[in-house]
């Protein structure tokens, strides 16, 4: 029985999928899209709009609870002073998934992880 499991393993170690998952969100946050799969996408996403729930509050321990996940400092200066003023009046749903189709390769759902304008 499952019960109580939540997530996906997504068939990686759990040190490997953290650092796969900031990483993702990373180049989210820099970008402002990525092209990726969707069971990743979904992972991602809520985590990536903790982040930005993390700038609208300012302060200086979410400063620091971003710059623990995000890897990047530039980025996290972004979601400060960007995206926060951005997204100040919107009370939360700061991406949208986008169905691609699927990967020639290996048949994987691929979806476009963009943040809303």
Request: positive net charge; proline residues 1%; hydrophobic residues 40%.
């Amino acid at each position: 029985m499952r019960h109580k499991v939540a997530g996906r393993s997504l068939s990686r170690s759990t040190g490997h999928r953290k650092a796969l998952f900031r990483n993702l969100v990373t180049e989210l946050l820099a970008y402002e899209k990525i092209k990726t799969t969707e069971a990743k996408a979904k992972e991602i996403r809520g985590m990536a709009e903790k982040m930005i729930t993390l700038g609208k509050n300012g302060g200086l321990d979410a400063r620091r609870r971003l710059l623990a996940f995000i890897y990047d400092k530039k980025v996290v200066d972004k979601v400060f002073n960007d995206l926060a003023q951005r997204y100040a009046e919107r009370p939360g749903g700061y991406t949208r998934i986008t169905k691609l189709g699927r990967r020639l390769g290996d048949g994987a759902d691929m979806v476009k992880l963009e943040l809303v304008a």
